[in-house]
Nanobody
């Protein structure tokens, strides 16, 4: 049973930073791609970033490029999202997800339907 558990959300002022964590269990994730998505009230879920567990290559949405960094710790089976220079428009529920398809390019895995497993999400609120 795959389980993804996010943590690290909270309330922060604009310009501040937060680091989200996604602890993964139940599988060997070396062939997985892990993604972060977010959903603001009244909006559709949108892609933020993804990372190939094996090798660590990454891809970002334009809206977060240069501000957010995705990484993974193989020993801890955990994926991180370091968020810097936060803006009020970053306010959303952030969820991590896992894709088990091998051989896909990261830039083509930006739709929620491409991912097989999801965490429960963690709230990030950025005040102005």
């Amino acid at each position: 049973q795959v389980q993804l558990v996010e943590s690290g959300g909270g309330l922060v002022q604009a310009g501040g930073s937060l680091r989200l964590s996604c602890a993964a269990s139940g599988r060997t994730f070396s062939n997985y791609i892990m993604g972060w998505f977010r959903q603001a009230p009244g909006k559709e879920r949108e892609f933020v970033s993804n990372i190939r567990w094996s090798g660590g290559s990454t891809y970002y949405a334009d809206s977060v490029k240069g501000r957010f960094t995705i990484s993974r710790d193989n020993a801890k089976n955990t994926v991180y999202l370091q968020m810097n220079s936060l803006k009020p428009e970053d306010t959303a529920v952030y969820s991590c997800a896992a894709n088990r398809v091998v051989g896909r390019s990261l830039q083509f895995l930006v739709l929620p339907g491409e991912y097989d497993y999801w965490g429960q999400g963690t709230q990030v609120t950025v005040s102005s």
